[in-house]
């Protein structure tokens, strides 16, 4: 079983629309988590950290839910510039605080 | 943009050839590891340093050992490449349980 669950999509969704991608994971020890954007062919980048009371940053939104041991982020009025592979991280601490990694959601915003 | 450098950031090579990546942080971190990641397995621990000359193995570590003998440089050696081993290879320097920050990736190809 993968730690780190997420649906793959891809979403295709129109320029200004709001969008929103699930991740769930499986170790219930799990002590930091995150939201990293990956584009085409480059390395991964830390989008944003997750706190368990959700925090916000712009047009993002995280939230943290330890008892269902579910992560989610929301994008608010999608830019093209958001077309991007999200990965939902967590880590458990464990591995020399490595990080365990979803296998990714794909986001595509059209004009 | 973290000072994380990755060499060479192309490969080509044979099977059953000996390949070293390198790694080199000018962050000074304590931590430093190595992913791989192919379609449809996410990012996946190879090996991590959490010292000069402290390494352990991650998820999918045969075929592969490390070196760390400054904190600056963490290598990779495929002591023979196989087909398999075909992947994008990502170095990372952490701290702990905060996020970790990425070199720009490795695309090695064994032929």
């Known amino acids: 079983r993968k730690e780190v669950e997420q649906d793959p999509g891809p979403f295709n969704v129109p320029e200004g629309a709001t969008v929103a991608f699930n991740c769930t994971y499986s170790n219930s020890a799990s002590q930091s988590f995150f939201w990293y954007r990956q584009d085409c062919r480059k390395e991964p980048k830390l989008l944003m950290s997750v706190y368990s009371s959700g925090n916000e940053d712009g047009r993002f939104t995280a939230q943290l839910n330890r008892a269902s041991q579910y992560i989610s982020l929301l994008i608010r009025d999608s830019k093209l510039s958001d077309s991007a592979t999200y990965l939902c991280?967590?880590?458990?601490?464990?591995?020399?605080?490595?990080?365990?990694f979803g296998k990714g959601t794909s986001l595509l915003v059209t004009p | 943009d973290a000072g994380i450098t990755q060499s060479p950031r192309h490969k080509v090579t044979e099977t059953g050839t000996p390949v070293t990546l390198r790694c080199h942080q000018t962050?000074?971190?304590?931590?430093m590891y190595w992913y791989r990641q192919d379609p449809g397995h996410g990012l996946r621990l190879i090996h991590y340093s959490y010292g000069v000359k402290d390494t352990d193995k991650g998820e999918v570590s045969d075929g592969y050992s490390v070196s760390r003998s400054k904190t600056e440089d963490f290598l990779l050696t495929l002591e023979s490449a196989t087909s398999s081993q075909t992947s994008v290879y990502f170095c990372?320097?952490?701290?702990?349980?905060?996020?970790?920050?990425f070199g720009p990736g490795t695309r090695l190809t064994v032929l």
């Open positions: 990372a320097i952490g701290l702990g349980l905060n996020e970790q920050f």
């Open positions: 962050e000074n971190h304590r931590y």
């Open positions: 991280v967590v880590n458990i601490g464990n591995s020399g605080y490595a990080l365990n």
